[in-house]
């Protein structure tokens, strides 16, 4: 077995076990999407309308949650020192690690967004528009937030902290999530322009989340 | 196999927390390292297998694999036991056996010389530990390197897990390994080279007060 797949494999394992990140993270979710119409009342053409919004928002939400645990767990029982002296590179192990927690986080947001919509009243177009762009845009959530997740260990301080640096990075994944979700129902921007900047979003993430992630844990060891 | 220390440096924090240090050890020896709390024990293990910068001075390690720095060809057995409380005690082994690059027809023998074989499906939130300090030690069996850096090997193992860490030592230096180990009390391994982190610093601090005196 390889370092890599190693540690894709632990890493999907913990999260899957009872307490960990990933049955809590659709949980919450859920719970989030479901308040808003109680807290908006029935008002079928206003949740249609802002039905995208919510549902990139407590999939933001979601998907920071387990995240401030991602390198800290390892950092205090010592995996992080073993991880540091082996020879997989760094940034392949935190993109790795990242790869897995979007695994048992992201995907199953996406799962379970189509059945969440239905609470906000999105019809079938909508929908498949808003799990294209979900699909497309945790992701870079995801990679954005493995870098506020090294820092937090380089700062020793988790929780708020980890929100308060990665929330503002991931405004523009939002606006353009929001957007194409949005555009694809009620126009008039055709749905491909804000997706391929969604898409782009995503890849420069993939590339720049692992490499500052490790600087940020190697900064740390010193 | 011989590793060797030339005027070694080591600063963290913005102290120094040791200067001037020169040792080596080859096949089949230990040096243990003993000082007060705090004399950079932890700090000199960490240096060697490039957790902590080397501030100052070289540190070779000659006749290893060329390929591979010294920390590749190490292992490092800390205060933390590197577990994961939701994995199974055999999870925890397979985990490290394959991130570590070996094969994994070790594991069952190194559960069994830590008697940990009949607690293999049992999550490791449940273990004691000096459970699992031998749990982790399982880890230095199951993949072989021929480099040990041991920081308080023997602290919460009993007389009997003392005795076994011993043996599985002296097993070590004689298929030709080195072991460096910081430690408190005895290894049990017989006369030993000593490293000792408070005479280097007092020596240190007097060769100071000599140039200072004038």
């Not at chain 2, 920081?151 to 072991?179: C, K, N, V, W, Y």
């Amino acid at each position: 077995m390889s370092p890599l797949v190693a540690i894709l494999v632990r890493d999907m394992r913990i999260a899957i076990r009872v307490g960990g990140g990933a049955l809590m993270g659709v949980l919450f979710f859920l719970v989030v999407v479901t308040l808003v119409p109680f807290a908006v009342g029935p008002d079928l053409a206003l949740l249609k309308r802002i039905g995208p919004a919510i549902l990139w928002l407590a999939a933001l939400l979601a998907s920071l949650l387990a995240l401030d645990r991602l390198f800290a767990s390892d950092h205090e029982d010592g995996s992080l020192d073993l991880i540091l002296m082996s020879r997989a590179p760094l940034e392949l192990v935190v993109a790795v690690k990242g790869i897995a927690h979007w695994l048992t986080t992201g995907l199953p947001l996406i799962v379970a967004a189509p059945l969440i919509g239905l609470f906000l009243n999105l019809d079938p177009p909508a929908e498949a528009a808003l799990v294209l762009t979900l699909l497309v845009g945790t992701p870079a959530l995801t990679f954005i937030g493995l870098i506020g997740a090294a820092i937090a260990v380089a700062l020793r301080r988790g929780g708020l902290l980890l929100a308060v640096i990665v929330l503002p990075l991931t405004v523009p994944v939002l606006i353009f999530g929001v957007a194409a979700a949005n555009a694809a129902v009620a126009g008039p921007v055709p749905f491909g322009t804000p997706f391929t900047i969604l898409c782009a979003l995503t890849l420069a993430s993939l590339v720049v989340g692992p490499f500052a992630a490790a600087a940020a844990l190697r900064q740390e060891m010193e | 196999m011989r590793l060797s220390a030339i005027d070694l440096a080591c600063h963290r924090g913005g102290r120094d927390v040791f200067e001037g240090l020169s040792f080596a050890v080859s096949s089949g020896e230990v040096l243990t390292i003993t000082g007060r709390n705090g004399a950079g024990k932890s700090s000199l293990l960490r240096t060697i297998i490039g957790l902590a910068r080397i501030a100052h001075g070289k540190l070779a390690l000659e006749g290893g694999d060329a390929e591979l720095t010294i920390a590749e060809q190490a292992h490092y057995l800390g205060h933390q036991d590197a577990l994961k409380p939701a994995l199974s005690v055999g999870e925890n082994l397979r985990f490290w056996t394959g991130f570590l690059g070996a094969r994994g027809e070790h594991i069952r023998p190194a559960l069994d010389a830590v008697g940990l074989d009949e607690l293999a499906d049992l999550p490791a939130a449940y273990l004691s530990a000096g459970q699992r300090r031998r749990l982790s030690i399982a880890r230095l069996l199951a993949v072989k390197r021929p480099l040990w850096l041991l920081d308080e090997p023997t602290s919460t193992l009993d007389a009997a897990a003392q005795q076994r860490l011993t043996g599985f030592m002296r097993a070590h230096l004689t298929e030709g390994g080195i072991i460096l180990a910081a430690t408190h009390g005895s290894l049990g391994l017989g006369a030993t080279q000593e490293l000792r982190l408070d005479d280097l610093r007092a020596s240190a601090a007097a060769a100071m007060a000599e140039q200072e005196a004038p």
